[in-house]
């Protein structure tokens, strides 16, 4: 628990890091160093002197500690999207008679947006299936897979180790989407046979709003696939600006243009931050706060009308609770006015989420008290409160 | 000239705005604001309290109005090197027949990289023609051409107009690269009969150390390229977290990822300062401004070593200036011992920019007796200049 080390108002319940980490507030003193010390009084020469060029690797590096990978298996760069857009096209690329991208169904949309017009542009073909029933559609026109660690409604956490084997008796790779897991679970990227991962700057990791993504490529991975938006950033020393591309070494490669330094600079702090906070607790810390919650709520379930999306076994949980309720959107709102922050998403969909960062036990019960009082008191149907 | 809108040293002559503008100073202001009221204050809620959401659409409004297009035909989006992307596969989808990409040689060298790592993931081969020779390479089997408008180096000046016309007659739309144009010179896209733009963010527009980047599709287009990264961020109504893809309208359907927002925001910033500048006149400040650099340099040229590589007409010229000297790099470095900032670039090039938004015909002519005292006497040769 640090979260004195965020700027946070004083009595907040944030339960919506799974959607946007609160500020650190090194990131406010490295984002006015940067630019009052670097780009204001040194300009471009900062991209030597203040070592932008490297920053991008070096925030590789933290997140490669979190995920379970080696330091030069993670880079940050772009977004998601566009990540997932290049480790689909790059897989594509040596699987040419592979005819299948498997996706997730009803995962984050943006997964299967980026794969079906990834899959337009490439020439091959979408087929969706639940993720219980993904290992089941493995066959030998399966060029690569795509689902994420922990389900962005239901926080269902999918086990890694056993469908990277069943994927592999195909041999074909699974992109892991970290977004809902990185910063608050436990990822063993290597550990558990992963080649290839995506994952989000700005939820669990607090890297600041639209933060730079990572994108993880194993060094196997790295030895067969090359970048398929391959920018100048991306090769190995921009600038002697040659001609003719050549890739920098490790997950570097896939980087493309010029990253965004000043949103780079308040992610490097946020993994500061995290990395100083034994991130080895992060997961115990973020299971106990859910249990806490959905002990809480238990009880009153049924009566109050609350369904309960997420996995009851910490262990097949992400760091977020979901709830049905018919009037979701009210009940969120209805949550802030008592200074409780969640989500909901549509069309009947709260969230809770539980960072380890800056939430304790007790603020998830207090946070479950405060849920139970608004669904009592039934002042959700408010019209305020309405949508 | 609104030097005082920018956090420039007193007495620095900054000759670097074609590589990285100086910070305004409002983007210091902007990004406080955003990181205490509203990263801070109000978290994940400010993505609609403070506007996150239509912050990079805004922005393109703003340098849709410096570059001669409609509002809705300029995205914010990515780097240039994956915007670059998005329009090469786009064409290329409309064109399935057509088997070549015509980039131009020596251009810049992440367009030369995407165009091939492009080509590769689809299917195409690149043509590398130099700019004078595009046209003569065109033919019904060129899908899309890229070129810059300005050149990176000689800051030649493409007659856009001319090409897109002949261009047209074998229906094969040009990219424009915009990078060493926009915020300096007058860019008429839709009037020069342009279809397709992508454009950097942190040069002449100041939007801070790799600023996201803009794409430009003009109406007729929009009507019949899809983006191939279709992330959320593209969709309609992205927080309506549909299955299937429908669209945003205008060229915002080419947004793929969360943008960064900290980032966009001193970008937003540095636009507005520009748009408050009588835009139309900022051409006509960097010509006067090379002029009077190239005209105080040119009687000593040969006598000193320099061989001009701009050309001589501002017509022909962007704002920066670029001659060739053996001793290229250590002049730049001594150069900078006196406060006057320009860059070098492999093997031997020299360059000198000239924003009009804060650099003088007297600032030029002071930068070009420096640039002669350097030369004359010699002092480059020390060995602290040295590479």
């Known amino acids: 628990m640090i979260r004195s080390l965020f700027d946070l108002p004083d009595g907040l319940l944030y339960f919506a890091g799974h959607s946007l980490g609160p500020a650190p507030k090194l990131a406010r003193a490295r984002l006015l160093e940067t630019v009052d010390a670097h780009w204001g009084a040194r300009q471009v020469r900062s991209w030597t002197e203040a070592d932008w060029m490297g920053l991008a690797e070096r925030i590789g590096g933290h997140i490669a500690d979190l995920v379970g990978a080696r330091a030069n298996e993670v880079m940050v760069a772009d977004s998601v999207s566009v990540n997932l857009f290049k480790l689909i096209a790059a897989v594509c ?44 559609r493995l066959n030998h026109d399966t060029a690569v ?64 709003p639209g933060a730079p993504a990572f994108i993880y490529v194993s060094q196997d ?12 950033m991306g090769s190995a020393d921009p600038f002697a ?32 931050v ?25 009880p009153h379930e049924a009566q109050l009308g609350l369904t309960r999306v997420s996995p009851i076994i ?13 009037f979701a959107p009210a009940i969120v709102k209805a949550l802030e006015a008592e200074s409780v922050i969640g989500d909901s998403r549509p069309p009947d969909l709260m ?17 479950a008290a405060a849920l139970l009082r608004v669904l009592r008191s039934g002042i959700y149907r408010d019209k305020r409160f309405a949508a």
Chains 1, 2 share one sequence.
């Open 314 to 326: 910490s262990a097949e949980r992400g760091a977020h609770v979901a709830y049905r309720h018919a």
């Open 93 to 136: 690329a040596i699987r040419p008679k592979r005819s299948e991208i498997l996706v997730e169904a009803d995962d984050f949309p943006t997964d299967a947006y980026v794969a079906a017009s990834a899959a337009a542009a490439l020439g091959k073909t979408v087929v969706l299936a639940p993720r219980q029933g993904l290992a089941a």
């Open 351 to 367: 969230r809770f989420g539980f960072a380890p960062l800056y939430v304790t036990a007790a603020d998830a019960r207090a946070g």
């Open 241 to 272: 600006f040659r001609q003719n591309y050549v890739p920098r070494a490790g997950a570097a490669a896939f980087a493309s243009g010029t990253p965004p330094i000043l949103s780079l600079i308040a992610l490097e702090a946020a993994v500061e």
């Open 274 to 298: 995290i990395a100083a906070a034994a991130p080895d607790k992060l997961q115990e810390q973020a299971r106990e706060n859910g249990q806490a919650f959905i002990d809480a709520i238990a």
């Open 221 to 232: 991975m790295q030895r067969q696939l090359r970048n398929p938006i391959a920018g100048w």
């Open 145 to 208: 897979v795509i689902t994420s660690h922990v389900h962005y409604r239901s926080a269902h956490a999918q086990n890694m180790q056993a469908l990277n084997s069943q994927a592999a008796l195909v041999d074909a790779p699974v992109i892991w989407d970290l977004s809902h897991s990185v910063g608050a679970m436990g990822v063993e990227l290597a550990a558990h046979g992963a080649q290839l991962a995506v994952g989000c700057g700005y939820k669990y990791l607090s890297g600041g």
